[in-house]
């Protein structure tokens, strides 16, 4: 078997270490005649997408094959992101769970969404007397992850709304749990937020509507935000397409887009876990978690050491990847330079080991 010795700065620890990477595992043994792939530079654990879709093609449509997943899954490998929870998925592929040159996964089975309510093909759409079975359905159908559509349109109100009512929300939380999942739910309104948090969901994903109060008690119960600000910033061309039927729902989108930056600082600043997602998929591209990364530090404000471990160790430790310790896995990207003085060096990655094998 390969052995391969790296040296450098390992964060988080900060300090100049030799690790050597056998098969899939780290050890800090030395291993005779293996072979120095990093001397020098800055070591992280694998990058993480929190909020992905390698399940949904460019331009919003399900992708028809494994080999599409592998495809929209290799992008983001290349990136440096070494695992990925695809937050809902409208075509299964358990098969790629341990395929050797793909990231990582967790995964949630396909979103579980109000019927005619959502993007089209993409949910399960059913009624609020369905809804704790089939997120139990889905529960199994995925590897730990239940997605939830908390909000979205109203046509009839002309604006966002949740997608049932308080009670059958609630029962979506309390359903995924007894089927021994965590389930994150999509929402933009500040109605539905409200509702899924007080719940208990375990993730917030975009989470534009949230509230100072409401950011306390996240804090308060661990509730993580994955806040997808590259999502957030398209909300102008959503508005744009809306304005002329809803022009409520316009002006609300555009109004949530401008206040983001301060509701994620908020969050950073109250404890609230944050996680770094694109929602690569559909009207985002693949690849990049780096400008994720850059939009949380120049945007939000969070610390460049903070959104680091937003997108690798806290990350991985969140959704149960161990990173660079004794018998850690082998997931790992070196910079030539510390990417805490300048966040951009994520940007260009000098070495990228998924699961012990070299893929730059």
């Given at each position: 078997m390969t052995a391969w010795h790296v040296r450098g700065v390992v964060l988080p620890d900060d300090e100049v270490r030799d690790l050597w990477l056998v098969g899939d595992r780290v050890t800090y043994e030395p291993v005779a005649g293996a072979t120095m792939i990093v001397d020098g530079g800055f070591v992280l654990p694998g990058l993480v997408d929190a909020h992905c879709h390698i399940g949904i093609a460019p331009g919003g449509a399900p992708i028809d094959s494994l080999d599409r997943a592998r495809e929209l899954a290799a992008v983001d490998r290349d990136s440096g992101v070494l695992a990925i929870r695809d937050?809902?998925?409208?075509?299964?592929?358990?098969?790629?769970?341990?395929?050797?040159?793909?990231?990582?996964?967790?995964?949630?089975?396909?979103?579980?969404?109000?019927?005619?309510?959502?993007?089209?093909?993409?949910g399960v759409e059913v009624a609020a007397a369905d809804v704790p079975a089939t997120v139990t359905a889905q529960a199994h159908a995925g590897n730990g992850w239940v997605k939830l559509?908390?909000?979205?349109?109203?046509?009839?109100?002309?604006?966002?709304?949740?997608?049932?009512?308080?009670?059958?929300?609630?029962?979506?939380?309390?359903?995924?749990?007894?089927?021994?999942?965590?389930?994150?739910?999509?929402?933009?309104?500040?109605?539905?937020?409200?509702?899924?948090?007080?719940?208990?969901?375990d993730s917030v994903e975009h989470g534009t509507g949230l509230s100072l109060d409401l950011i306390d008690v996240m804090a308060r119960q661990g509730t993580a935000l994955v806040p997808t600000m590259i999502n957030i910033a398209t909300f102008g061309n959503i508005a744009d397409r809306a304005r002329d039927k809803f022009p409520g729902y316009a002006k609300h989108m555009l109004a949530l887009r401008d206040g983001f930056p301060d509701v994620v600082r908020a969050a950073y600043e109250a404890g609230v876990p944050v996680y770094v997602g694109t929602d690569a998929g559909g009207g985002i591209a693949h690849g990049l978690a780096a400008?994720?990364?850059?939009?949380?530090?120049?945007?939000?404000?969070?610390?460049?050491?903070?959104?680091?471990?937003a997108a690798s160790w806290g990350a991985r430790e969140w959704l149960g990847f161990p990173g660079l310790v004794e018998g850690g896995l082998a997931d790992l990207v070196a910079y030539p330079s510390d990417p805490r003085r300048d966040l951009r060096v994520v940007e260009a990655p000098q070495r990228i080991v998924l699961r012990g094998r070299i893929v730059r």
């Open positions: 937050a809902g998925s409208p075509y299964p592929y358990p098969e790629l769970d341990d395929e050797p040159g793909l990231p990582r996964l967790a995964r949630a089975g396909r979103h579980v969404a109000p019927p005619r309510r959502y993007l089209r093909d993409i559509v908390g909000d979205w349109i109203e046509r009839d109100a002309g604006d966002l709304a949740p997608a049932w009512d308080d009670a059958t929300l609630a029962a979506a939380v309390d359903a995924a749990h007894a089927a021994g999942a965590r389930i994150a739910v999509h929402t933009f309104s500040e109605s539905a937020v409200e509702i899924m948090v007080r719940a208990c969901v400008r994720e990364m850059l939009m949380l530090h120049e945007r939000a404000g969070m610390p460049a050491s903070d959104v680091l471990r």
